[in-house]
């Protein structure tokens, strides 16, 4: 960063089903939230951005960039990005660069999804967005189907065992016990894993994150300071459609974002205490610990099958449990991140969040500074 | 602009009803164009900024940016901008704080709609997302339906006539006769406009932008010069819904916009030779002009009258007769403005992109320098 950027605030809805709350209630929750904690005022907030996937399809809702700014008193400038599911790690992209340039000076940043509200199937198509329309859509794919075929894949690469695989969740659901804004906080047997109904095989319901509706909001500053910093904010890009993939157990562009983010931060990924990852499925999970650097190609698994691993990984309960109202995420990574690092009065912690099957990935390191 | 920003190449397809292209195509031929034009490489653009408003609905296609990044050989990290109508000029804005802010050396800023795949009123739908889905579109609404209140009240507030208002597509059919790019390059006399059949009383179809397939490029760089520099980029945002506005007659939000852009500029109004507005229906181009303080309230009229007005208005046909593909418009907007700005040897023009009505605003202003 070429300028100090600092997490002055930070709100988010419980995740979850809220059949009786719109997705201006849903915004308004995580803007009040943020604010309540933020040093500055409503009317310190210059530019507004939005992130959203789906509200075109789920609510007719496009424009939320402007939907968001008038519920503030003075309608500050606004805009929506997306990304599909990394909408929310590009969204505090945007807002670095505006604070960067000097356009901005303090910015809020806010991830809303209400996918409730419309059938399933229409949830599973809108999703299907985030991959290839013209080349992986026709042939029948959803998501669950893609990273079905990445476990599929994985397996017969690395020998991972379903059993294995059972530890993912299972340690999701055990993190989110403690997290009040998750939306699924019960314990989980890693055995009942597997014995969940089969969604794609090898995949059943217990591997997949749910469909959820919720807002997370963080304040964004160079005119305010806080204990936390943010010390990278990195891109990168591939490939949509899995035809163009020389693999499908690895995704080239969380290396590239964490390469950038690592020495952006000017840090090692030895001195990153805490991580939360983009667990859309249980076999991604595996697969981020590895593209991260935090462990060997086909070895991700051992850092779950260990009580305590090292780093932290989605302490909150990850996308599985918390939820995943999908343009939320990303902000509510990084806010969970912060609380984490606060906790454990450790320095570095990053979160990494990703879009369709890792076309597009955002990284961010925050730092916990006066620790 | 805290740094030098220059337009270094531009490329755009003709806009109309392109059955037999995708959007990946359309989306290609931009960025071809814009490449050709540029004294740069495709490996030079390091970041991707995509502006589409209603892909997920009209071809089920989010993630954009990925799907554009894909298009380029080393797939630079890329994020899709969406601010309805007003996603071009919010692409452009957002394309500028990356530059500024040094994240960025070369950016391919791109705008596409692919709008001719899906039956009108599904289009209608879409487009209705621009307005507030909670407030305004319950009432049965469509943007026809919303400028037609505005032309009704305009009219009962300055006695703008019906004959009057038929100057304004007159005037935006007779100058796309000399543009390849527009989708309708036949003069059309003014007392056609409202024999045309009637949309929204007092609307005609002829005072209404088209539905269009397109994509227009342009690469802004820090890193390469050119002759054109942007010396502003600004936004606003205003309520979305119409029942929160004070007036409908005039768009705050241009005045906003306008008052910052000259302001960043450090020119005045009276400097600025050519403008391009955004006509979505014939109203709305009068009321701009008099937003942008280039006519009195209400007599916004009088610069349609007149056979040269100064500054010249939508010499490119705007969006009545190039068509409205309705994200690639913003970019298209400062394209034209390029090419008018070089063909008369004059130093200053601006682009006026909105979204809703007139809930975002986007203004760019580009100085042809070297003159």
């Known amino acids: 960063m070429n300028t100090d ?35 500055c005022t409503a009317l310190d907030i210059d530019t507004v951005i939005v992130a959203n996937m789906i509200a075109e399809r789920t609510n007719a809702q496009a424009h939320l960039g402007a939907l968001a700014s008038s519920l503030l ?9 997306e990304s599909a599911c990394a909408s929310g790690a590009v969204a505090l992209h945007t807002a670095c660069a505006l604070l960067e340039s000097g356009r901005a000076k303090t910015v809020l940043v806010l991830g809303v999804e209400k996918m409730t509200d419309v059938p399933p199937a229409e949830v599973s198509t809108a ?20 990273f079905g075929l990445v476990a599929q894949r994985y397996m017969f690469e690395y020998g991972l065992t379903r059993e294995q ?46 469909i959820s509706d919720g807002a997370a ?30 693999s499908i157990t690895s995704f080239p562009a969380t290396k590239k974002a964490m390469e950038k983010a690592l020495e952006e931060a000017d840090t090692d990924r030895s001195s990153i205490s805490h991580i ?28 779950y099958e260990q009580a305590d691993p090292v780093p932290t990984i989605n302490a909150s309960g990850g996308l599985k449990a918390c939820g995943h109202p999908v343009a939320a995420t990303g902000i509510k990574q990084l806010i969970d991140v912060s609380k984490q690092l606060r906790n454990s009065g450790n320095r570095w912690g990053l979160s990494h969040n990703f879009g369709g099957a890792c076309a597009s990935c955002g990284i961010h390191i925050l730092e916990h500074i006066h620790v």
Chains 1, 2 share one sequence.
Request: aromatic share 6%; charged share 20%.
């Open 73 to 81: 008193p003075h309608r500050p400038p606004a805009l929506r990005v």
């Open 276 to 303: 939360e990852v983009h667990d859309c499925f249980s076999i991604a999970a595996v697969i981020n610990v590895e593209d991260l650097g935090f462990a060997e190609p086909g070895r991700g698994i051992e850092l």
């Open 127 to 146: 999703l299907m967005g985030a991959a290839d329309s013209e080349k992986d859509a026709p042939c029948g794919l959803t998501f669950p189907g893609i």
């Open 165 to 210: 695989l059972n530890t993912v969740s299972a340690a999701h659901h055990r993190n989110a016990v403690a997290n009040p804004f998750a939306q699924f906080r019960a314990e989980i047997p890693a055995e009942k894993i597997s014995q969940s109904p089969k969604v794609a095989d090898p995949l059943c319901l217990l591997d997949c994150s749910p």
């Open 5 to 39: 950027v600092f997490l002055i605030g930070s709100g988010q809805t419980r995740f979850g089903e809220w059949w009786e709350k719109g997705i201006r209630d849903l915004m308004y929750e995580a803007i009040d939230g943020a604010l309540e904690s933020a040093p």
């Open 217 to 246: 909001a963080c304040i964004l500053s160079t005119a305010f300071e806080s204990d936390m910093k943010l010390a990278a904010s990195q891109l990168a890009s591939d490939a949509v459609s899995l035809t163009e993939r020389e």
